[in-house]
């Protein structure tokens, strides 16, 4: 045995050699990692995101005059309407919680723990939008980072993903996608909360088919293929039939759960798939 230990020793050597090389490389790709510097914040950036959104923000208006008007036809008053579009932002969420509110319930929990539910509900997409923003975002600073995702929408978010695999690495894209729209909703809104008084019942003129549009353009450039259409497949009826005994904001939530516990199930079961690969 002892004619074979130059050879082990020899073996050990190597070893380690390639344990230091291996160290050093992950040090170095660490090193790299943390030093490689954050993407730009430029008013350029800004600028070209801000007209490509404009026409986008135009229908978002009109939208936020629809909901201010049933705002306050439900009993709001024109500023209980306009804050709620300030710090909610979100015509889905925004619709679907009036409907609750106006549903009749007498229990106070009742009505304020559906509400939570609903506004959860609807905007858990956010948590999505906010994970695949953050390799455009890592690195920018936290007010300019934050600042940006208050404002964001859909469209922003659609359009800022739009422009990054298009090769725009601005940071700044997405404040400028995101604040015209956000304006928008909220002076629409305020514009509509007045003028309700003036207008008749905004479903008379096919206003409230703003958001089912709206959904429509986000959900047409989202669309990845044949994948997508078992989730539509079971999201589609469960709200036309909830919408018959729960109504609109009931039908919403509903069919927002079901389905996104398809696009779990699904996603899981191609997680599997690839792991048996």
């Known amino acids: 045995m002892a004619g074979f230990s130059p050879a082990i020793h020899d073996f050990s050597d190597g070893q380690d050699q ?40 135009f229908g978002i208006f009109i939208y936020g005059m629809a909901f201010g008007i049933m705002a306050v036809q439900a009993k709001f008053s024109v500023l209980q309407a306009t804050l709620m579009s300030t710090f909610m932002f979100s015509g889905s969420a925004q619709l679907a919680a009036t409907g609750v509110l106006t549903a009749g319930w007498t229990s106070l929990l009742a009505v304020a723990s559906t509400v939570f539910l609903t506004i959860l509900v609807m905007n858990a997409r956010y948590f999505l ?30 359009m800022t993903m739009k422009a990054h695999e298009d090769g725009i690495k601005d940071a700044a894209y997405l404040l400028g996608a995101s604040i015209g729209p956000y304006l928008a909703w909220v002076f629409g809104t305020l514009a509509g909360a007045f003028a309700s008084n003036l207008a008749t019942d905004p479903r008379r003129l096919g206003l409230d088919f703003f958001l089912v549009a709206f959904a429509a353009a986000i959900f047409g450039g989202m669309f990845r293929g044949r994948g997508d259409i078992p989730t539509v497949l079971i999201a589609v009826p469960v709200a036309l039939i909830c919408e018959r005994y729960l109504g609109f904001g009931g039908a919403l939530v509903v069919a927002g759960i079901a389905g996104g516990f398809a696009a779990f199930l699904k996603a899981g079961k191609a997680k599997q798939g690839d792991a048996a690969v």
């Not at 390639?18 to 660490?30: F, T």
């Not at 906010?130 to 978010?157: I, R, V």
């Open 18 to 57: 390639v344990m230091d090389i291996r160290h050093k490389a992950g040090h170095d790709v660490r090193r790299n990692r943390v030093s490689s510097p954050p993407p730009p914040f430029t008013r350029k950036g800004f600028d070209v995101a801000f007209k490509r959104a404009m026409p986008m923000s």
């Open 129 to 158: 939008f906010s994970a695949t923003l953050y390799p455009l975002m890592a690195g920018t600073p936290p007010l300019k980072a934050y600042g940006s995702l208050f404002f964001l929408g859909d469209g922003a978010w659609l």
